[in-house]
């Protein structure tokens, strides 16, 4: 069961104009969210990340918004540059969970970002 | 400079040959993790440590074990790989209890024929 569900395995769009990623998940118990930044043959790298007390965070060119009551948070580039180009992954994280859970992060697919010249 | 290192970076091996991937770590995480990443399924949990000599299970742990004997160092072990464990591997690392910022290392590109 998929509990962080990214639909759209890759997304294109121009230099300059806006990149907006999306994530959904299904755990309520999810309360803080990330979005991590993958480029080929490197590992993931953090990038912006949200409490559930908030309903947006911002930093530079990159802001996330969170939706709880649809269970949905999204990632906006603006504007967006060639070198955003990579893999985007939004992951969870139930910042209570003791036990199994503890420290955890769930992990969607994935979205391959291109940005053209 | 802050990171964490795995190696090899790319193995190819046979099915029941067993093989160790190492993960070192330089920054005093007590928190270290081991995914696989697989088209499709996102990065998935294999095995997780909260500090020296605790480790437990994640989501997918049949076929790999663990061991945690310095804090810097996480080891996977696959004692009879098969070609189902074909994968990219990343270890992370990261200070507990909530910072949940994980740092990954490069990744180690596996196949097992």
């Known amino acids: 069961d998929q509990q962080v569900k990214q639909n759209s395995p890759s997304l294109s769009v121009q230099e300059g104009r806006i990149s907006i990623l999306n994530c959904d998940y299904t755990?309520?118990?999810?309360?803080?969210f990330l979005w991590y930044k993958k480029y080929p043959a490197e590992g993931p790298t953090f990038l912006i990340s949200?409490?559930?007390?908030?309903d947006k965070n911002e930093d530079g060119r990159f802001t996330v918004f969170l939706n709880k009551s649809a269970k949905h948070l999204s990632l906006h580039i603006v504007p967006s540059q060639p070198g955003d180009s990579a893999v985007y992954f939004c992951?969870?994280?139930?910042?209570?969970?003791?036990?199994?859970?503890?420290?955890?992060?769930?992990f969607g697919q994935g979205t391959i970002l291109t940005v053209h010249p | 400079e802050a990171q964490v290192t795995q190696n090899p970076r790319y193995l190819i091996t046979v099915t029941g040959k067993k093989l160790t991937v190492t993960c070192s770590q330089n920054?005093?995480?007590?928190?270290m993790s081991w995914y696989r990443q697989d088209p499709g399924l996102g990065l998935r949990q294999i095995y997780y440590?909260?500090?020296?000599?605790?480790?437990d299970k994640g989501d997918v742990p049949e076929g790999y074990k663990v061991s945690r004997k310095e804090k810097r160092n996480f080891p996977l072990i696959l004692e009879s790989p098969s070609p189902n464990q074909t994968s990219l591997y990343f270890c992370?690392?990261?200070?507990?209890?909530?910072?949940?910022?994980?740092?990954f290392g490069p990744g180690t590109r596996l196949t097992v024929t």
């Open positions: 949200i409490s559930s007390i908030k």
């Open positions: 920054m005093n995480h007590e928190y």
């Open positions: 755990n309520s118990m999810f309360d803080y």
């Open positions: 992370a690392s990261s200070l507990i209890p909530r910072d949940y910022e994980q740092y």
């Open positions: 992951a969870a994280s139930d910042l209570n969970a003791g036990g199994t859970s503890y420290g955890k992060l769930t």
């Open positions: 440590s909260m500090n020296v000599e605790v480790t």
